[in-house]
């Protein structure tokens, strides 16, 4: 591949990895604020909650909690890890 087309790929698997560990920590976050129970008005509280409940929220319908601990948050971390060694080793091939 030249080096426009390998200079694109890496710039892309970078993205998509930042993105990734972007969102993994607004999940971490998301987990030490169901802990604290923070201000629900909180323009950063709503952003949270909107931007990681669409994905949590499926995985609790299906996995109950567990001693009254919601284990959607291991669930998701585990399945993005899967997909970003999936997604980024296929462009990594190349």
């Not at 694109?8 to 987990?31: D, E, G, H, K, P």
């Not at 201000?39 to 996995?63: A, G, S």
Request: proline share 9%; charged share 10%.
């Amino acid at each position: 591949m030249g080096s426009v087309g390998g200079s694109f790929l890496m710039t892309l698997v970078s993205t998509i990895s930042f993105v990734i560990n972007i969102y993994t920590w607004i999940l971490i976050a998301r987990v030490f604020m169901s802990w604290i129970n923070p201000d629900p008005y909180n323009p950063v509280v709503q952003f949270i909650y909107r931007i990681t409940e669409p994905v949590l929220e499926p995985f609790r319908r299906i996995i109950p909690p567990l001693g009254g601990v919601d284990l959607s948050p291991i669930v998701v971390f585990i399945l993005i890890r899967f997909l970003e060694n999936l997604i980024l080793g296929s462009f990594r091939m190349y």
